[in-house]
Structures are given as structure tokens and as C-alpha cells.
């Protein structure tokens, strides 16, 4: 997964070809489905903590919830490329690069996440070092909040509002917004 989500920043497209039509077919399959990748990854990510602390689990059922967890990732970095493959079209280009500073946190989240899970289960004494323990939480807060707001804050621009005179403000992002903060509000029980 650390691998994964690695490769997606060094390896992140450039876009090339014909720009889409208008703003809102740039987005249409985008924020939806990374609205959807969140909420799974959370419930995801809860059933493999449980999976973790649970002193019967078998081999099979952590496995089964990283392969689950995993391709989630997977899908969260296609959705990343697929902003990209595509110019968005001429006078929003801005927003292609703010819609894309959201999957970036949210990815940025995850990576950082699971290499501090990865350093506690191999170098334990540096982690009790580092952390105090080595105890490993899996809180994981996907915090997006910000980048959000300054999409939608470059969305009620008033220069931005002539470019998109018939794409109304996305209020899918809100919801993104909400459905984060409701994923770490049950994942941090």
C-alpha cells in the first residue's frame, strides 16, 4: 500500500490532449467517486483494526481485510489519475490542480499512516524512541477540509463565475467534507 501510494505522487501524469468539454464533465467522475472511495475506506480500514486487535484472528481474515484496504488504494490512485488524464478546459485550469490537492491530502493522509505503522512493527525501539511506545493506533483522520474549501472558495470566484457561467458550485464536496469528518468521528471508537 506504502508502495502504492508512493508511486502515484512520483509517477503522476501530465495531462495531455483534448481538454474536456466544460467544468463539469471534468468533475462529474471524480468527486463522486472519491466521495464513495472515502466512506469505504474507512469502514475498510475499521474492520482490519478490529481484525489486528482481535487475538483469534486468522491469517486468512487479515489478509482478506488488507487486500480489501489495498484495493480501495487502488482505486482512490485511479481516481487521482483520472483527474489527469485530461486537461480541464481553458480558464479553469485552476481547479484541476485544487481538486487535486484534495486526493493529494487525503493520500498524503494514508501514506504517512501506514509507514508509521510500518516503522513501530519493524524498528520497535526507535518507535518507543519516537512515540513512546509501540503501540500502534489505527486513527486514521482524513483531514481534507481545507483543500476543499479552497476549491469551492476558487468555484464562487467572481472571474471563475464567468468561465462557469452554467456550472453551478459543487456541493458534492461539502458531503465529502461531512462524510470524512463522520469516518473519523467512528474510527477513532
Known amino acids: 500500500m506504502i508502495a502504492l ?14 481538454p474536456w468539454p466544460d467544468f463539469q464533465s471534468a468533475i462529474a467522475g471524480i468527486l463522486p467517486r472519491l466521495a464513495d472511495c472515502t466512506a469505504a475506506f474507512t469502514s475498510s480500514h475499521n474492520r482490519l483494526g478490529q481484525n489486528l486487535c482481535w487475538e483469534n484472528a486468522t491469517d486468512d481474515q487479515i489478509c482478506q481485510a488488507v487486500e480489501e484496504v489495498q484495493s480501495i488504494i487502488e482505486e482512490l490512485v485511479e481516481i487521482y489519475r483520472s483527474l ?5 478546459p481553458p480558464g479553469v485550469e485552476k481547479g484541476q490542480i485544487l481538486c487535486s490537492a484534495v486526493i493529494e491530502r487525503i493520500m498524503r493522509t494514508m501514506l504517512e499512516h501506514f509507514e508509521q505503522a ?6 520497535p525501539k526507535e518507535a518507543v524512541a519516537r512515540f513512546g511506545s509501540v503501540e500502534v493506533h489505527l486513527q486514521l483522520v482524513l483531514e481534507a477540509d481545507k483543500k476543499i474549501e479552497a476549491f469551492n472558495q476558487w468555484l464562487a470566484n467572481e472571474t471563475c463565475e464567468l468561465a462557469l457561467e452554467k456550472t453551478p458550485r459543487y456541493d458534492g464536496l461539502g458531503t465529502l467534507a461531512a462524510g470524512l469528518l463522520l469516518g473519523w468521528w467512528i474510527g477513532r471508537d
Open 5 to 18: 501510494l508512493r508511486s502515484a505522487f512520483v509517477n503522476r501524469q501530465v495531462s495531455s490532449g483534448v
Open 118 to 123: 510500518v516503522f513501530v512493527v519493524e524498528k
Open 84 to 88: 489527469w488524464q485530461r486537461p480541464f
